[in-house]
Structure formats: structure tokens, C-alpha cells
């Protein structure tokens, strides 16, 4: 057995795990850290095919942090960052066999036939409405109070199912979108909270703000680009990759992980602090110290299963993909959640006048999906295809990745998770449990998180 001592363990070498070690060695800390899988990453990976780039699981993230924009900054000699075309603020909406722009400013709002012609006078009366009183309050509920039904049905049901592929119905809105939540409660409403945090952020602009930009990025050659950039940074020997039987227990004021490697040899690292930024339903083999009713808690959060298709053509000769996408809202009864349009925001992801697709599939609402075979699921995808962007042809690539704990659900039992995940950080000091559970489920988020958790431990 391999005795070896660390300043910190990291539990997980995804985006939050790779982030937070990659700032812990800059700043002086011996760390390792411990991954399951045979690389890095977690569902983030990249592909080049035939010609196509396709990534296996999220195809985006959002510029929404300045954490995230440092973190490009400081590793723009390895990874590129590459921020979509402007065609990437066009989303389309799906309404009754035909696909609809989302409106983008006041006369595209007035026009749409997404939204009924009572919802469009109930928006504009939206900053004389009551702020509402119950705190769990669904993003159903809270956007039928404010804005009508059909602003629920045709503008936010899709965008959570491209978001967090969930049922905005048990959806809590200040677990799921917290600042959505704070401009109805600190300002009284949506469009007064919107025109008071900008007069705020004039009269008081933080520093660094103007560098976010909420652009949707990526990185030239695949978001695996940024996995790889923060692996070599890290450096192979404070990482360790195939660990089997991974347990943490607390012995004294220190720490000991335990694990076996993948040719058999078993570690006993010694370290004063750990972090998990594992799922929530890996915890409890985990963490076999922490009480029951604790980890009941924390290991019953809700994950919506996921299957992300990759769908390449090689010449395109259906509709023109001018837009990051088109989201379904379920009312739509469809199979599929949206279809995103990788090559038509990013440059080189598929031969010239080709097409890569990515589409999204299952969800809370249609679990069963992820059980479905192969063949069942890539027929489902050409049907879904073939009504919904008109096209006739055979792909030249398709490949599905299915994740049975694809995105955290921020539903009603939030709240008691976070007082669980406190009590537990209180009791065990030096462990901090941290991951796509808490504090967000995108790219920012995870960059964010991971900051916090260093500045917190340094």
C-alpha cells in the first residue's frame, strides 16, 4: 500500500474538480486528485469524426462569470476561447408544426404568435403586479402570476428543458434561477428589477464587469480543449485516474482517502482537507462516517436523465440553420427536447456545406426514453428530424450518449439538502462537499464554484 501525504484531496476530476485544483497547486498547495473514470473531465468530452467535432455532452456554456472569463484568460496559450456568431442570440420556439423566432426586443414581442394577445397586455402590466409572499413558489407558478400561461408554455418551459431538462412545475425558483427570483423580491418585479440593477451596476460598476458578457462560448477544437489545458496544468503526478472503492474517513483532524488504482495497488493519502465534487448519489459509498438521515438528504437529489444525440450530415439540404437552436415546450407533445446547431454558431465543426446537430433528448418528463435500445432511439431522432427540420436524407454520423444523472434538479427538496451539506461541513471541519448539486449546474457555475472553494481554503 502507497502511503502518501497531501494538502488536499479533491474527490472527481470534472470541470468543478480540475477548476479548483488547477488554482489550489498555483497558489503553493500540494493537492491530488482522484478520478473514477480513465480521464478528465467528467461529461464533458469532444470528438472529431469524419470530418465533424461533436461534444458527447454539454455543447455550450454561457460567459456568465467573471471566474470563468479569468480562468480563459489565464490559459489562452493552451485552449482558445471561441465565442458563438451573433445568429446565436436567435433561438427558435416550436409552436403547433412550425418553428417561431423568440422575440428579442418590444415590436418582435407584440408580433409573435407565441404568446396569447391577453398575455401580451398582462406583460405589459407585469411592473404594477404584487410581488408574491411563498418562497417555494414553482417557476410555473411564479411566471403564470406574472406573465400568463402561455409565456410559461412557449418561452420558459422550453428554456428549462434546454437548461435543466426539468418540469418547471417542481422547479423551486430561488433554488433554480435565483437572480430571477431576487429582482421580483428585492425590487418588486421583473422589469423594476431589471432597470434598478442597471441604474445600480452604473452608479456602482464592479470591477471587471464589462467582461461579462453572457456570450455563449465554446473552445476551438471542443470544449475537451479546456479539460485538456487544466489536466496539463495540473500535472499527471498530482492526478490519478481509474480509482476503484474510493472512501474518505476522518481520523483525528486530518483526513485518510483510500482507493485502489487500476493495476490493483492501493493508496492511503493522509491530507488535513477533502473535497467531494462527486454526484450526490455517489456520496454515500463515499462518505460511510456521515449520519444517515444527513446523507438520505444530500444522496436523494434529483438528477433528470439525459440522451444527447450527435448528428452530423455532410451536405445540408433542409432549412437554413441561422440560429443556436430550437427548444419544444412540451405542450408541443414532441419526443425531443431542441435541436442545437453546433456548426451554425461555431466554425469547423463539419465539412463544408454540411451540418451537425445536436439533439436532446428524455428529461423529467420523458425518463423512459433513457431505457430505450440504440435503434429505438436513433429511429425516434431521424422521425423527430425529419418533422421538425424537414429532412429527408440519412445522417452521415449519429452517435448517442446516455447520462442517467445528466443535471440536479433544484426542486423542493433544495432546501433541505443545503442544510444537510452545512450540518455535515460543520461536523466534519476540513470537508467540504461541493459539485453540480449546490450553487448551479453550468460551466460558470462550476468555474465559480470551484474559485470559492479555493479562496476558502487558501
Avoid at 139 to 165: C, H, Q, T
Avoid at 209 to 236: C, N, P, R, W, Y
Avoid at 404 to 416: F, L, N, P, S
Wanted: positive net charge; glycine residues 8%.
Amino acid at each position: 500500500m502507497k502511503t502518501i501525504e497531501k494538502d488536499v484531496v479533491i474527490i472527481g476530476a470534472g470541470l468543478t474538480g480540475l477548476t479548483l485544483a488547477y488554482y489550489l497547486k498555483k497558489a503553493g498547495k500540494n493537492v491530488l486528485l482522484v478520478e473514477q473514470s480513465d480521464r478528465t473531465g467528467g461529461v464533458i468530452n469532444s470528438v472529431t469524426e469524419n470530418g465533424f467535432t461533436y461534444e458527447t455532452g454539454p455543447s455550450t456554456g454561457v460567459l456568465s462569470s467573471l471566474e470563468i472569463v479569468e480562468l480563459f484568460e489565464e490559459l489562452h496559450d493552451k485552449c482558445e476561447l471561441e465565442t458563438a456568431g451573433k445568429q446565436a442570440n436567435k433561438r427558435y420556439i416550436w409552436k403547433k408544426m412550425k418553428w417561431e423566432a423568440l422575440p428579442s426586443g418590444l415590436i418582435s414581442a407584440i408580433k409573435t404568435p407565441l404568446f396569447t394577445l391577453s398575455d401580451k397586455f398582462r406583460i405589459l402590466g407585469e411592473p404594477f403586479r404584487k410581488a408574491g409572499g411563498y418562497p417555494d413558489e414553482s417557476l410555473a407558478e411564479l411566471v403564470v402570476r406574472r406573465m400568463g400561461k402561455s409565456f410559461l408554455d412557449y418561452a420558459i418551459d422550453p428554456f428549462l428543458s434546454g437548461v435543466y431538462a426539468g418540469d418547471p412545475n417542481k422547479l423551486i425558483t430561488r433554488h433554480a434561477l435565483p437572480k430571477l427570483y431576487a429582482l421580483e423580491n428585492n425590487y418588486g418585479g421583473f422589469v423594476r428589477g431589471t432597470i434598478a440593477k442597471y441604474k445600480e451596476n452604473k452608479k456602482h460598476p464592479q470591477p471587471n464587469a464589462h467582461k461579462i458578457t453572457h456570450e455563449v462560448f465554446s473552445v476551438k477544437g471542443g470544449l475537451k480543449s479546456m479539460i485538456d489545458a487544466l489536466t496539463l496544468e495540473i500535472g499527471q503526478d498530482q492526478l490519478i485516474t481509474s480509482c476503484r472503492q474510493t472512501k474518505i474517513n476522518p481520523v483525528g483532524k486530518d483526513y485518510i482517502t483510500t482507493f485502489t488504482d487500476l493495476s490493483g495497488e492501493k493508496y492511503e493519502i493522509h491530507s488535513p482537507k477533502v473535497v467531494t465534487t462527486v454526484g450526490a448519489y455517489a456520496l454515500p459509498d463515499l462518505l460511510p462516517f456521515v449520519d444517515v438521515r444527513l446523507m438520505k438528504l444530500m444522496s436523494e437529489t434529483t438528477y433528470a436523465p439525459v440522451v444527447q444525440v450527435a448528428v452530423g450530415y455532410k451536405k445540408w439540404n433542409s432549412i437554413k440553420l441561422d440560429a443556436f437552436g430550437g427548444l419544444i415546450p412540451t405542450i408541443e407533445k414532441r419526443k425531443a427536447l431542441g435541436v442545437l446547431f453546433p456548426s451554425a454558431i461555431f466554425k469547423g465543426r463539419c465539412p463544408e456545406g454540411g451540418a451537425l446537430l445536436s439533439v436532446f433528448i428524455g428529461g423529467m418528463n420523458k425518463p423512459e426514453i433513457l431505457g430505450m435500445s440504440d435503434e429505438e432511439i436513433s429511429q425516434l431522432v431521424r422521425d423527430e428530424l425529419r418533422i421538425t427540420m424537414k429532412v429527408e436524407t440519412e445522417p452521415d454520423l449519429l452517435r448517442i450518449h446516455r447520462y442517467q444523472h445528466a443535471i440536479a434538479q433544484y426542486d423542493i427538496k433544495t432546501e433541505k439538502r443545503l442544510e444537510s451539506i452545512e450540518k455535515v461541513e460543520k461536523d466534519f471541519p476540513g470537508l467540504i462537499l461541493a459539485g453540480s448539486f449546490r450553487d448551479g449546474i453550468g460551466m460558470s457555475d462550476r468555474v465559480k464554484q470551484a474559485r470559492t472553494v479555493a479562496n476558502q481554503i487558501l
